[in-house]
Structure formats: C-alpha cells, structure tokens
C-alpha cells in the first residue's frame, strides 16, 4: 500500500488476519484514498465525505 491507492474497508473478520482469503458474498466496502501515514498506526484515508481517518493496515485493502 502508497499514497494513493484508493482502499476498501475489509469486512470479513477472517480475511483481516488471512488476506489471501475471499468470499464473493461479502465484498469489501470503498472507503476512500490514502493521504498519509497514521499518527500512531495504520494509515490515514480521505474518505468521499471529506474526512480523513486513520485505519489500520490490517483493516484495508487494496482496490482498483
């Protein structure tokens, strides 16, 4: 993941800690793109509210 890779919010508990895994019936929601490193972890994201968040790496993935 860089600066500017548009993410998605993972939603699958089991695919957070085992990325390789995927499940067509719970796809990942769009969250927005990242603008920065996080002040303590993570990364922070401009979501399409205009709101930068931070997020842990753990929790996003790369979308395209």
Known sequence: MKIGDFV?????EWQKHNKWME???ELPE???VIVGKG???GYQVLTADGVVIDIAEKNIMVIK
């Open 8 to 12: 998605a919010k993972i939603t699958n």
């Open 23 to 25: 499940w067509p019936d």
């Open 30 to 32: 769009p969250l927005g």
């Open 39 to 41: 002040k303590h972890f």
